[in-house]
């Protein structure tokens, strides 16, 4: 059963971004944080303390629930929908980072205004702040720009990998909400510009994921899809949640990415995606199925995946699914059946998306050479192992930059030391040894 949309919905996305799809188990996860942080083996968050705070208007928590709720989420409540009586004073907020992670208390306009400057996007405010905004004012020519710079971003993304794109995506989403707070624009540049923050807020989230750097992929993917539902912006929640589906399969939560992934199916039929939004969040259902070892349901998801894909493209697709081509869709094909143990099937699809796949996706073709490498060890074909390992760090070695990548070529390495009486696989093994090192 999916989760019904409350009142609260910032208390809402943050407890789907943890992976608690019931308000019982939200009330359970933030009274183990509770007992953490107070050190008080008997603190309890009862369920109906919970659901009172996902309400439409959620009572400001005791002194001892605020300080379970910043343990649970990494944020004080008045980040998670609850109005604070009286001053407003910040917590830290935990992004990863412990050079911008401590905010000092500051009155509410100031204090907005350095969080965007911080890149702390879920601390700004939904409407601009038009004071002392003379000097700025945005058009649609400056929308424009920023739409560009926004679709680069994603198309770099593709080709190069994450690992040094995510700190050039947070220094723009800074930019789109300093223009947010502190310049002029009309009502309809407005909604644009929140738009664009929110794309760009789901996309560093992802940018994040591929470099491993998972925490705060996390906190941007909640803020996204908080967005996302605040503002009615359901191709945003659509996209969001398969990001956050495709990081529970890396992070081993089969259960949460097929949730995260019938969610997003939810959320697509609202704004009646194209076919091609379907056939992706079909393959994100079934990577949570193959990783939790449910081959049937896998195949039946995959199944459909190729059914909606069969359909083609139409004018409406949303650019965020144009990486789906049918070299990728082979390549998510086979991690399904290489994590359902089907290797030798799993090569078969990984060698001919690795063939299918062009010069703009080189991230994705990166990938899909060290699950082929990893599956072809797991037949114990060393030959094709090597061979796939090496083009798969020859990519990087021409300057694509993923971490994700990097974690898979060290499973390859360490299951090839037990070939090293091979010397194609003992130097396989020094080269990837020395290059990860």
């Given at each position: 059963?999916?989760?019904r949309?409350?009142?609260?919905?910032?208390?809402?996305?943050?407890?789907?971004?943890?992976?608690?799809?019931?308000?019982?188990?939200?009330?359970?996860?933030?009274s183990?944080?509770?007992?953490?942080?107070?050190?008080?083996?008997?603190?309890?968050?009862?369920?109906?303390?919970?659901?009172?705070?996902?309400?439409?208007?959620?009572?400001?928590?005791?002194?001892?629930?605020?300080?379970?709720?910043?343990?649970?989420?990494?944020?004080?409540?008045?980040?998670?929908?609850?109005?604070?009586?009286g001053?407003?004073?910040?917590?830290?907020?935990?992004?990863g980072?412990?050079?911008?992670?401590?905010?000092?208390?500051?009155?509410?306009?100031?204090?907005?205004?350095?969080?965007?400057?911080?890149?702390?996007?879920?601390?700004?405010?939904?409407?601009?702040?038009?004071?002392?905004?003379?000097?700025?004012?945005?058009?649609?020519?400056?929308?424009?720009?920023?739409?560009?710079?926004?679709?680069?971003?994603?198309?770099?993304?593709?080709?190069?990998?994450?690992?040094?794109?995510?700190?050039?995506?947070?220094?723009?989403?800074m930019?789109?909400?300093?223009?947010?707070?502190?310049?002029?624009?009309?009502d309809?540049?407005?909604?644009?510009?929140?738009?664009?923050?929110?794309?760009?807020?789901?996309?560093?989230?992802?940018?994040?994921?591929?470099?491993?750097r998972?925490?705060?992929a996390?906190?941007?993917?909640?803020?996204?899809?908080?967005?996302?539902?605040?503002?009615?912006?359901?191709?945003?929640?659509?996209?969001?949640?398969s990001?956050?589906?495709?990081?529970?399969?890396?992070?081993g939560?089969?259960?949460?990415?097929?949730?995260?992934?019938?969610?997003?199916?939810?959320?697509?039929?609202?704004?009646?995606?194209?076919?091609?939004?379907?056939?992706?969040?079909?393959?994100?259902?079934?990577?949570?199925?193959?990783?939790?070892?449910?081959?049937?349901?896998?195949?039946?998801?995959?199944?459909?995946?190729?059914?909606?894909?069969?359909?083609?493209?139409?004018?409406?697709?949303?650019?965020?699914?144009?990486?789906?081509?049918?070299?990728?869709?082979?390549?998510?094909?086979?991690?399904?059946?290489?994590?359902?143990?089907?290797?030798?099937?799993?090569?078969?699809?990984?060698e001919?998306?690795?063939?299918?796949?062009?010069?703009?996706?080189?991230?994705?073709?990166?990938?899909?050479?060290?699950?082929?490498?990893?599956?072809?060890?797991?037949?114990?074909?060393v030959?094709?192992t090597?061979?796939?390992?090496?083009?798969?760090?020859?990519?990087?070695?021409?300057?694509?930059?993923?971490?994700?990548?990097?974690?898979?070529?060290?499973?390859?390495r360490?299951?090839?030391?037990?070939?090293?009486?091979?010397?194609?696989?003992r130097?396989?093994?020094?080269?990837?040894?020395?290059y990860?090192?």
């Amino acid at each position: 059963m999916t989760p019904r949309t409350p009142g609260n919905e910032r208390l809402f996305a943050a407890r789907l971004a943890k992976g608690w799809f019931s308000q019982e188990g939200a009330a359970d996860g933030v009274s183990d944080a509770g007992r953490r942080a107070l050190r008080d083996t008997n603190f309890q968050v009862s369920v109906r303390t919970y659901r009172r705070w996902e309400s439409v208007d959620p009572p400001w928590p005791r002194p001892d629930c605020a300080t379970a709720l910043r343990e649970a989420f990494g944020r004080g409540p008045e980040h998670l929908g609850f109005t604070p009586p009286g001053g407003f004073a910040a917590d830290e907020v935990d992004t990863g980072d412990t050079d911008e992670a401590i905010i000092t208390p500051v009155n509410r306009r100031a204090f907005t205004a350095g969080a965007a400057m911080l890149g702390l996007p879920w601390l700004s405010p939904l409407t601009p702040t038009s004071a002392r905004s003379g000097d700025l004012r945005i058009s649609h020519d400056e929308i424009d720009m920023l739409r560009e710079t926004a679709f680069d971003l994603d198309a770099i993304d593709q080709r190069f990998g994450g690992d040094r794109l995510w700190r050039s995506a947070r220094s723009h989403l800074m930019w789109v909400h300093h223009l947010i707070n502190h310049s002029t624009y009309p009502d309809e540049v407005g909604q644009e510009l929140h738009q664009i923050a929110g794309q760009l807020t789901t996309s560093l989230g992802w940018f994040c994921y591929d470099a491993d750097r998972q925490p705060e992929a996390r906190v941007y993917f909640s803020e996204a899809l908080n967005t996302a539902m605040l503002t009615g912006d359901g191709p945003l929640a659509t996209r969001t949640l398969s990001n956050m589906a495709r990081q529970s399969v890396d992070l081993g939560k089969p259960r949460e990415t097929v949730q995260f992934a019938r969610l997003a199916r939810e959320k697509a039929a609202e704004w009646q995606a194209p076919p091609r939004v379907a056939a992706l969040l079909a393959i994100r259902e079934a990577q949570g199925y193959a990783k939790g070892g449910n081959e049937v349901q896998a195949s039946g998801a995959i199944k459909r995946a190729w059914r909606s894909f069969s359909q083609g493209t139409t004018d409406r697709d949303p650019g965020w699914v144009a990486f789906l081509n049918e070299a990728e869709l082979t390549c998510l094909e086979g991690m399904c059946r290489s994590d359902l143990g089907q290797h030798r099937l799993a090569v078969r699809l990984l060698e001919r998306s690795a063939t299918l796949q062009d010069i703009e996706h080189s991230r994705n073709r990166g990938m899909c050479l060290a699950r082929l490498s990893y599956a072809a060890i797991q037949e114990q074909d060393v030959d094709r192992t090597v061979a796939a390992a090496t083009e798969s760090l020859r990519l990087i070695e021409g300057g694509m930059t993923s971490t994700r990548n990097l974690r898979q070529l060290l499973l390859v390495r360490d299951s090839l030391q037990r070939y090293q009486h091979s010397g194609q696989a003992r130097d396989a093994v020094e080269r990837l040894t020395a290059y990860i090192a």
